[in-house]
């Protein structure tokens, strides 16, 4: 797929999604007038408009319907949205290229780093699409040297800015987290991918906050969080498990049912003392000690 054309997708995506209905010689005056992509400067074919239609639909599965009298829209949005990776994967390529519409924005915008781990992505995604098992040399940060071995790519994650691989080695009754930054190569197999037929990628994640996993059970755990910010963890859930359970003007006790990992922990710590855990109490001791530990060097 040439790039130009992959770029007019996003941008009749982002037209039709500002306007909500809009008629094709609005849209033909905005390819015109306001698209840095017509270098030509000429018209937008109804041909070359409609196999656009239908090009979208095929790569972002968004159906774009007319109606006679409001104009052309996007019938199924409510599916992007409900749908993580593509509404991600959209809002990025939309970014892009707005950027590029706009060159002069370039340095109004600033990017958080995601550590070459987007180097090896494509080759990850790829041995997943053919169903095929990798050969990964890899090596984590405590390890004094790499090792090679042959695993089965079950899903990528990311989090804090670090994309990770959850994978079964062929030789390793259950799967594993790895970070993309510390893999060495990535080769792809012609062996099959075994991954269990129930397996769903969210849900395995669901009990956890981060990319730390083990087979504990989820635990309910009350978090008292002060009224300074409660605003932040409406507007951006800590866990997909929070529950409101009682509120007052100077605090907010949330609910979670989650495995309390070490990503849970630091997330806590990280909020210092505008979090309190409340229960249960072996999570309670955990984090009391943590903070005595911090304080500790302090002193």
């Given at each position: ?153 079950w899903c990528l994650k990311l989090f804090r800015q670090r994309w990770y691989l959850l994978a079964r080695g062929v030789n390793m009754q259950d799967p ?124």
């Amino acid at each position: 797929m040439a790039k130009n054309y992959f770029d007019r997708y996003i941008w009749l995506i982002n037209l039709i999604d500002r306007y909500g209905y809009i008629s094709f010689e609005e849209i033909d005056r905005a390819w015109i007038y306001n698209s840095r992509l017509n270098k030509e400067g000429g018209r937008l074919p109804e041909r070359t408009f409609f196999n656009h239609i239908k090009a979208i639909e095929e790569v972002f599965g968004l159906r774009i319907k007319c109606d006679r009298s409001l104009g052309y829209y996007i019938a199924n949005s409510e599916d992007m949205e409900d749908d993580g990776i593509r509404q991600w994967m959209l809002n990025f390529l939309s970014l892009n290229n707005m950027l590029n519409e706009s060159r002069g924005m370039r340095d109004k915008i600033l990017f958080e780093e995601i550590p070459s781990s987007q180097r090896w992505l494509t080759a990850l995604l790829g041995a997943i699409k053919d169903g095929k098992t990798i050969e990964m040399t890899y090596q984590g940060f405590n390890s004094d040297a790499p090792s090679t071995f042959e695993a089965h790519p079950w899903c990528l994650k990311l989090f804090r800015q670090r994309w990770y691989l959850l994978a079964r080695g062929v030789n390793m009754q259950d799967p594993w987290v790895y970070g993309l930054d510390r893999i060495r190569a990535v080769n792809e197999t012609k062996n099959p991918l075994k991954v269990p037929k129930k397996f769903k990628a969210d849900e395995f994640f669901s009990q956890f906050f981060g990319i730390f996993i083990n087979k504990d059970k989820p635990e309910t755990i009350h978090l008292k969080v002060d009224a300074s910010q409660v605003g932040y963890f409406e507007s951006l859930p800590l866990h997909g498990s929070q529950r409101m359970i009682e509120q007052t003007d100077g605090y907010t006790i949330y609910e979670y049912k989650l495995v309390p990992t070490f990503d849970f922990e630091q997330e806590i710590l990280r909020n210092g003392p505008n979090i309190e855990v409340l229960s249960p109490a072996s999570f309670r001791d955990t984090i009391h000690a943590d903070a005595k530990a911090m304080l500790a060097l302090y002193e």
